[in-house]
C-alpha cells in the first residue's frame, strides 16, 4: 500500500507541474497575441489571466503539500530498502542461492545424476530450466495510466479585431442617450440674408438643434450546469475549459453584433468590374471614395479602418500580394497574420479581417468605418458560479452587457460588386 500510495503522489505531482506548464503557455499565448497586434490586453484576455493566476497559486499550495508528503514517504521507502538488503544479505549465510553450472560438464553431470535416481540433482535441474513468465502490458493494465498530453484542442476565433479598433467605452446605465447636433447656426456674409452687403444689414441667423440617440443595453451570455466529480476528477481543469469557452463565445457574439450594425449601413460604393473580380486598382478606388464619403461625413474626425469578411480575404490578398510592392498602394498582406485580426494597410488604412462580419452578402468586399461613427459600450458580468447541493451540480455562467451605437450613418461605407 506505502509504494502505491507514493506512485499516485509522484502522478498527482506531475499532473498539477504539466498543468502550471498549460496556465502559463495559456497566459504567454494572450500575452503574445496582443504584444503581436501592438495593443494593451482586451478585458476579457485580463479577465481570463487572472483566473488562471488565481489557479495556479492553488496549484502552487497543494504542490508544497504534495512534495513535503513525497519526501517523508522515499525517507520511509530507503529505510525499508536498506533492512530488506541486510535481511538477503543474512538469508545468503544460511541459503545455497541460485542455482548456476560453471562449464557444460557441470551441467552433464547432475542431469545423468538426475537419471539415476539423484534427488538433489533433479531439484537442481528443474531450478535451472524452469521457465521465466513472460509479463506484458496487457496482463497489468490496471496500472497503466492514460496520458492526457497538453491542454484541450479547441479551435475557436475569440478575437474582437473591430471592437478593439473602435475600444469599449464603459455602459454607464441599461439605457443612455447620446446628444447629436442635427443643425447647425450659420455664418455667412453680411447683408446676404436679404439684399446687397453693407454695414448695419442683417447678419445671418438660424438655432442649433440637438436631438439624441437612445442606448439600450443588451445581454449575452450563457451557462453550464456540470457535475461536481466532473470538475473534481478531471484533468486538465474542466471548469477552467468551460469558463473559457464561454468568454470566447461571448467574444465571438459581441464582436458578430457589431459586424451585424455595420453591414445594416445603406451606404454603398460599388466597383466598376465584373462581379468576383476586382482588380487592384478598383479595391484601391472603392477604398478611397469610401474614406472621401466618411470624411463629408464626420468632417475628418476619428480613425478610419477596413473590415473585411474571412471569405473575402482572398480577394483582397491575391491583388495586394507582398512581392516586390515599391510602387504600390500596400506592402502587401502576409496570410501568416491573420490571427491577429490584422493583415496589413491599404494607402495608409489598416485591413482587419473579422468573423463578426461573416454574415455579409457574397457582393461585400469589406465595410469602412470611422471610429467617430461607430461606438460600442460594454459592461461585463463574467464567470458566475451557483452551487447546487441537492445533486451535488454547479452551474457556471458568463455573461455581459454589449451595445453598438452608429452615431453617423455616413461614416460607415459598404464596398460592393453587384455587376
Known amino acids: 500500500m506505502p509504494a502505491d ?16 506548464e498549460e496556465r502559463n503557455a ?3 499565448g494572450l500575452i503574445a497575441a496582443a504584444q503581436e497586434a501592438n495593443r494593451d490586453l482586451s478585458d476579457n484576455e485580463t479577465e481570463l489571466i487572472q483566473t488562471s493566476k488565481a489557479r495556479i497559486d492553488n496549484i502552487n499550495s497543494q504542490l508544497g503539500t504534495l512534495v513535503e508528503s513525497r519526501s517523508t514517504m522515499i525517507q520511509a521507502r530507503e529505510k525499508a530498502r536498506e533492512y530488506g538488503q541486510e535481511m538477503m544479505r543474512l538469508r545468503r549465510e544460511v541459503d545455497t542461492g541460485p542455482v548456476e553450472y560453471r562449464s557444460t560438464g557441470a551441467y552433464l553431470v547432475d542431469y545423468i545424476a538426475a537419471q539415476t535416481g539423484s534427488k538433489s540433482a533433479m531439484e537442481r535441474l528443474e531450478l535451472f530450466t524452469r521457465a521465466a513468465a513472460h509479463q506484458k502490458t496487457s496482463d497489468n493494465l490496471g496500472v497503466i495510466p492514460d496520458p492526457i498530453v497538453g491542454g484541450v484542442l479547441n479551435f475557436i476565433d475569440a478575437a474582437r479585431p473591430l471592437v478593439a479598433f473602435l475600444g469599449p467605452r464603459d455602459m454607464p446605465s441599461a439605457t443612455w442617450y447620446r446628444p447629436k447636433v442635427t443643425q447647425h447656426a450659420t455664418v455667412a456674409v453680411q447683408g446676404s440674408a436679404g439684399g446687397a452687403a453693407d454695414e448695419k444689414t442683417e447678419l445671418s441667423s438660424q438655432k442649433m438643434t440637438i436631438t439624441r440617440l437612445t442606448g439600450n443595453a443588451v445581454t449575452y451570455g450563457g451557462y453550464v450546469n456540470v457535475s461536481r466529480q466532473n470538475l473534481d476528477f478531471s484533468s486538465p481543469s474542466m471548469l477552467d475549459a468551460i469558463v473559457n469557452d464561454l468568454a470566447a463565445q461571448y467574444a465571438i457574439q459581441t464582436e458578430a453584433a457589431l459586424g451585424a450594425a455595420l453591414i445594416a449601413s445603406t451606404n454603398t460604393v460599388e466597383l466598376g468590374g465584373a ?7 478598383e479595391l484601391a478606388t472603392g477604398l478611397w471614395t469610401a474614406a472621401a464619403n466618411i470624411y463629408t461625413a464626420t468632417k475628418g474626425q476619428g480613425r478610419v479602418a477596413l473590415g473585411v469578411p474571412p471569405s473575402k480575404l482572398g480577394a483582397w490578398g491575391s491583388v495586394f500580394a507582398p512581392v516586390n510592392p515599391q510602387n504600390a498602394q500596400s506592402t502587401g498582406f502576409n496570410a501568416g497574420d491573420f490571427n491577429s485580426g490584422l493583415v ?3 494607402s495608409g488604412i489598416p485591413v482587419y479581417v473579422s468573423a463578426g462580419l461573416s454574415s455579409a452578402p457574397a457582393t461585400t468586399y469589406g465595410i ?6 461607430v461606438e460600442v459600450y460594454e459592461q461585463r458580468v463574467g464567470q458566475l458560479q451557483a452551487t447546487e447541493p441537492s445533486v451535488l451540480g ?10 453598438p451605437m452608429t452615431v453617423e450613418t455616413g461614416g460607415v461605407q459598404e464596398i460592393v460588386n453587384v455587376t
Not at 462581379?275 to 486598382?281: E, F, K, P, Q, R
Not at 469602412?368 to 461613427?373: E, K, P, R
Not at 454547479?394 to 452587457?401: I, K
Open 5 to 20: 500510495r507514493t506512485d499516485q503522489t509522484d502522478a498527482m505531482i506531475a499532473r498539477l507541474e504539466g498543468e502550471l
Open 26 to 28: 495559456f497566459n504567454q
Open 275 to 281: 462581379a468576383g473580380s476586382a482588380t487592384a486598382a
Open 344 to 346: 496589413g494597410s491599404i
Open 368 to 373: 469602412v468605418l470611422s471610429s467617430a461613427a
Open 394 to 403: 454547479v452551474q457556471v455562467a458568463y455573461a455581459g452587457y454589449f451595445t
